[in-house]
């Protein structure tokens, strides 16, 4: 909790003018936070009678105000309460002001400052992430990012491996991803990973894929390269086939 107070400039009975203020909840998905809030006045070594006027303001925004009797006051005592709903920024943050103003008909004095709300956190959100163009030794994948979350950017990273074959490798940042080096009829998992400039991580669920088969060419020297296998139709439609070779 925050609370803020000002002594009003004037001898004894001394009368101070305070208002304090937590975040009472949030809602993240919304971005947003109710606030609560409570202006009050104390007053110490003597009493008090006479109209006073007074108002808070939250954030910039009137919460409350206006006049009151007071008749042989001391001690503490609430002038007005409240909650107000405050947004948060494009990243989640929110820094409130908080003031109260108080005149007892001798002297006035406001009471203010500030305070941070929690920041709250929202991941990016992956809409869809494509694999494509697969061949015996690489394949793409493309991975689509609808929302930042709370933030302003967002980093994609790709992870694959061999399927239930020790860890996952990083295939680097950015979309579309274009892996290579991978092995001809080979079964793959992959995932993404999407952080946000604040740190707020989505992960996509783990789905396969599965390299074309292939062979090598073996040049003269002993250099090798991958190759795959066709078949064309009469009407010129290629289409990717097996061999066996029966020895």
């Known amino acids: 909790m925050a609370t803020f107070s000002t002594t009003l400039s004037h001898g004894a009975p001394y009368v101070s003018i305070n208002i304090e203020s937590y975040e009472q909840s949030y809602n993240a998905a919304a971005n947003y936070s109710i606030v609560y809030w409570r202006a009050y006045v104390n007053i110490t070594s003597g009493y008090r009678t006479g109209a006073w006027d007074w108002n808070a303001y939250v954030d910039g925004n009137y919460v409350g105000g206006g006049s009151f009797s007071v008749n042989n006051w001391t001690g503490e005592h609430t002038i007005g309460s409240g909650t107000i709903t405050i947004y948060h920024d494009v990243n989640g943050y929110k820094t409130i002001s908080c003031s109260s103003w108080l005149d007892d008909a001798y002297a006035s004095g406001t009471a203010s400052g500030s305070y941070a709300l929690t920041r709250l956190p929202l991941a990016p959100t992956i809409s869809s992430v494509v694999v494509s163009n697969i061949k015996a030794n690489e394949v793409t994948i493309t991975t689509s990012i609808s929302s930042n979350g709370h933030g302003t950017s ?68 002993g250099s090798t390269a991958e ?21």
């Open 154 to 221: 967002t980093t994609v990273t790709t992870y694959y491996r061999v399927l239930n074959t020790g860890s996952y490798i990083s295939a680097g940042t950015g979309s579309p991803k274009i892996i290579t080096g991978l092995s001809s009829a080979k079964t793959y998992q992959y995932y993404v990973t999407a952080i946000n400039n604040n740190g707020d991580v989505a992960t996509s669920s783990v789905e396969t894929f599965v390299t074309k088969s292939g062979g090598k060419l073996i040049y003269g020297d």
């Open 227 to 247: 190759c795959s296998i066709k078949q064309i139709s009469s009407a010129g439609v290629v289409s990717d086939c097996s061999v066996k070779i029966i020895v």
